[in-house]
């Protein structure tokens, strides 16, 4: 089967077959409807994901992209389309996947041991095997000895690690990470990439990573899909050509560089249409997320 041939990508470079998919994203829409107005979020979205691919999502503020994450991990509907996990349609949250929401998501009142624990809690686990699982995933990520600490008690690095591995206790083959470290200094930031990596080769999870930066799914990704402005198309698919294992050395190489340029190219007036969209809808008063792509422009 070929997993990329419906994907509408003007402009593409460098495909491949990456497999028979695990995830089949198809002919996704979603308008949100209110009282003021209707917004198309996103419009035909096709996309697959493949057992083990690590794939990013790049596009505007504003494109969609925080919306088909939750469409994909049953946390929302789609208005059109539909999403099937090794053949099975996904209507509702799981355990097969993950969610790693958007900067601290982590309950203040419990440690991080009961934060890590709370899927399991959730899904009926057995109170030791729970514990045992919480422990292993508290190791993984470093955080070992800071089980017994409350959110606010750690670094925001800290805090990210805990929710990777509340992300990952339930063993969950996809991982949806929504912009993980966009609250990170940049310091921080390109060591829990890092890590990130090393988890992802260790644990051989499938991922779909939304970012802002062009450089951070340069680094992580096998593969990177851009969005158009709203409503969110599928605009490009990129391979990444770059040797694996990777270190943070590979952002100094040309092929790095080289495509970090072509990426930004493509995607540069869709985030003058997004900036324009989100002045407009300033100027109507109405409440806009937009802010352009946060990207070092080349
Ligand atoms: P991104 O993640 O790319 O920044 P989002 O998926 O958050 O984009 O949003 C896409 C569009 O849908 C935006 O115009 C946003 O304002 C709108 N939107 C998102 N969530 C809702 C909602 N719950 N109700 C109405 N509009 C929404």
């Given at each position: 089967?070929?997993n ?10 460098r495909?491949?077959d990456?497999?028979?998919p ?8 979603k308008k ?13 979205v096709s996309?697959?994901l ?5 794939l990013s999502?790049?596009g505007?503020?504003?494109?969609g992209?925080?919306t088909?994450?939750k469409?994909i ?7 059109s389309?539909?999403i099937r996990?090794n ?7 799981g355990?097969?996947l993950?969610?790693v ?7 203040p009142w419990?440690?991080?041991r009961?934060?890590?624990a709370l ?6 686990r ?6 045992i699982?919480?422990?292993e ?6 955080l070992a ?9 750690l ?20 991982l949806l990470?929504?912009e ?12 829990m990439?890092t ?15 939304i970012?802002?930066?062009i450089?951070e799914?340069?680094?992580?990704s096998?593969?990177i ?16 050509p ?9 952002r ?8 970090n340029?072509e990426?930004?190219q ?15 809808a300033t100027l109507?008063g109405?409440?806009?997320t937009?802010?352009g792509?946060r990207?070092?422009r080349?």
């Amino acid at each position: 089967m070929d997993n990329q041939s419906d994907i509408a990508a003007p402009g593409t470079s460098r495909r491949r077959d990456t497999g028979f998919p695990l995830l089949e994203v198809r002919d996704l829409g979603k308008k949100y409807n209110s009282s003021r107005e209707s917004i198309v979020a996103i419009e035909s979205v096709s996309v697959n994901l493949a057992q083990g691919e690590f794939l990013s999502i790049v596009g505007p503020s504003g494109c969609g992209k925080s919306t088909l994450l939750k469409i994909i991990a049953g946390l929302s509907t789609a208005t059109s389309g539909s999403i099937r996990l090794n053949g099975s349609e996904v209507v509702r949250p799981g355990p097969d996947l993950g969610f790693v929401f958007q900067g601290d998501a982590l309950l203040p009142w419990r440690t991080i041991r009961q934060n890590v624990a709370l899927g399991l809690e959730i899904s009926g686990r057995h109170r030791e095997a729970a514990r045992i699982r919480t422990d292993e995933m508290l190791r993984l990520v470093g955080l070992a000895e800071f089980g017994d600490r409350f959110p606010v008690e750690l670094s925001g690095g800290m805090r990210q690690r805990a929710n990777l591995a509340r992300g990952l206790a339930l063993d969950p083959p996809v991982l949806l990470m929504d912009e993980p470290f966009a609250a990170l200094d940049a310091q921080t930031r390109e060591i829990m990439q890092t890590e990130l990596l090393k988890i992802w080769r260790q644990n051989k999870k499938s991922v779909i990573f939304i970012t802002h930066q062009i450089e951070e799914a340069v680094f992580l990704s096998d593969r990177i899909i851009l969005m158009s402005a709203r409503p969110g198309r599928i605009i490009g698919d990129f391979i990444v050509p770059i040797e694996r294992p990777r270190s943070s050395a590979v952002r100094f190489s040309n092929e790095f560089r080289e495509l970090n340029r072509e990426i930004w190219q493509q995607l540069r007036d869709e985030v003058t249409r997004a900036n324009d969209q989100s002045k407009a809808a300033t100027l109507k008063g109405s409440q806009s997320t937009g802010w352009g792509l946060r990207t070092r422009r080349r």
